[in-house]
């Protein structure tokens, strides 16, 4: 029982130091594991190969290097979207820009800030099927519907195509998502959100869009426990044990 309790500790603290290692901000892309377009789903991690995770693009006309420095955001529906922070979107591409500027619903009483775009576009990856190992229809769907939502061109050429079941159907779902969800649950949904912002610029030369030169975002959305939290296990459990060490002698 003692041993277990000590490995118990040391394991956990182990895990506390590797995760927060982890969750640095050097993102390294090892696998393209679902090709949408030049989008889709990437195979990721952010030092350790063990806890890889998977990433999606919401920008299209760009691309990303690997290794690749990268910010890392969470979005907060719940603050003003004028505030200094933009809702914790300050280090991402699209945080600080007007709703305005948006092509798809950026004007009107519907407008969609873009908090609420990242959330939508996160909560869309969570959709992908990929069913059977390949790319369907719903998939090219999906994917058109996140980079509908993050563009700025205005250009509607193309946005949203190929929407077999009438277009704007995962926009529409994702914006009675975003919504209708309650406010608990929708802060808990975006607490497991991690927008990656490029620091870098590297021209898109795909064959799907125009050359473009920008800040590549991918997105990806969990339910790790973040590495403050992890930290504070591990010190607890460590005091714990300081405490029990201490009352023995």
């Known amino acids: 029982m003692k041993w277990f309790y000590k490995a118990a500790v040391g394991g956990l603290l182990w895990l506390t130091f590797s995760a ?5 901000s050097t993102l390294f892309i090892t ?6 377009s030049d989008g889709g789903q990437f195979l990721a991690n952010l030092g350790n190969p063990a806890q890889s995770f998977y990433i999606y693009c919401v920008d ?3 691309e990303e290097t690997s290794p690749e420095q990268v910010n890392i955001s969470t979005p907060n529906t719940s603050t003003p979207d004028v ?5 914790g979107l300050a280090n991402t591409r699209y945080g600080a820009v007007p709703t305005s500027a948006f092509t798809y619903d950026g004007t009107g009483p519907g407008a969609l800030n873009s908090a609420q775009r990242y959330v939508m576009a996160a909560w869309l990856t969570t959709q992908y099927s990929f069913t059977g ?8 769907e999906i994917q058109n519907a996140i980079w509908t939502l993050l563009n700025t061109t205005g250009s509607t050429s193309g946005f949203p195509y190929g929407d077999a ?5 995962y926009l529409t779902q994702a914006y009675n998502f975003v919504t209708t969800t309650p406010n608990a649950a929708l802060l808990q949904f975006e607490s497991q959100i991690k927008i990656f912002t490029s620091t870098n610029t590297v021209t898109y030369n795909g064959s799907d869009w125009n050359p473009v030169s920008g800040n590549q975002e991918m997105i990806t959305v969990n339910s790790t426990p973040e590495p403050a939290t992890l930290a504070m296990m591990g010190a607890g459990l460590l005091a714990l044990g300081l405490i029990r060490k201490r009352i023995k002698s």
């Open 20 to 24: 927060t290692a982890a969750f640095g």
């Open 31 to 36: 696998g393209f594991t679902e090709n949408v």
């Open 60 to 62: 299209f006309q760009n």
């Open 83 to 87: 505030a200094s922070n933009f809702d």
């Open 133 to 140: 190992g390949t790319v369907t229809t719903a998939d090219d």
């Open 165 to 169: 079941l009438g277009t704007g159907t």
